[in-house]
Structures are given as C-alpha cells and as structure tokens.
C-alpha cells in the first residue's frame, strides 16, 4: 500500500508556476494548473535543470536551461525518447500529498 506523505500546502504554488519540495531525498517539482496540482521529478534528465522554475505552458513545463518541454502529466519529453518520473498528487483540505 503506498503511503501519503504530505509535502505543502496548494497556496504555497501560485497558479501557473513550479516549486520545488523534497521527498526522501529527492527534489520533487509540483506544479499549480489551476485545476490540478501535478507533480513530476525536478530534475531535467538532459542536464539536469530544476524544472520547478521553468515556464508553465498548459500541461507542459519549459527546462529553464536548455528550453526542453516535459509534459507533465505522462513526464515526457517532447520529441525525444526520455521522460521523467512523475508523481501521483493526493489534495485534502488545502494540503498536497504524494503517493511514496
């Protein structure tokens, strides 16, 4: 069974921007839609870029280094074979929550 471990609060991300928090070591972007909290690893696997501070387009975050678009929902790449591991988001009243 996974675990629910609590890593914010949704007024903490603005709409239509990234941030980053930690889970078990690893940094964690979680993104506020609008209509969904989103959460994917914030580590672009190109170079590395922190995701949670690139460009909110919709469902996809721009890599702030080298312009690469993830998808944030399925985590991948566009137009390359590589993805990065996503996160499955649980809110309860005001809280964000990750599957661990």
Do not use: W
């Not at 672009?44 to 678009?69: A, K, Y």
């Not at 390359?80 to 309860?92: D, G, Q």
């Amino acid at each position: 069974m996974d675990k629910l471990v609590r890593i914010g609060k949704c007024e903490d991300i603005p709409q239509g921007e990234g941030r980053k928090f930690s889970l078990n070591g690893e940094d964690i972007g979680v993104f506020n839609l609008g209509d969904k909290i989103l959460a994917i690893s914030n580590l672009c696997p190109h170079l590395g870029g922190p995701l949670s501070d690139g460009l909110v387009l919709g469902e996809e975050v721009i890599c702030p280094m080298h312009s690469r678009s993830i998808n944030l929902i399925t985590g991948c790449v566009k137009n390359e074979n590589k993805s990065v591991r996503t996160y499955e988001v649980v809110l309860k009243n005001g809280e964000i929550y990750l599957k661990a």
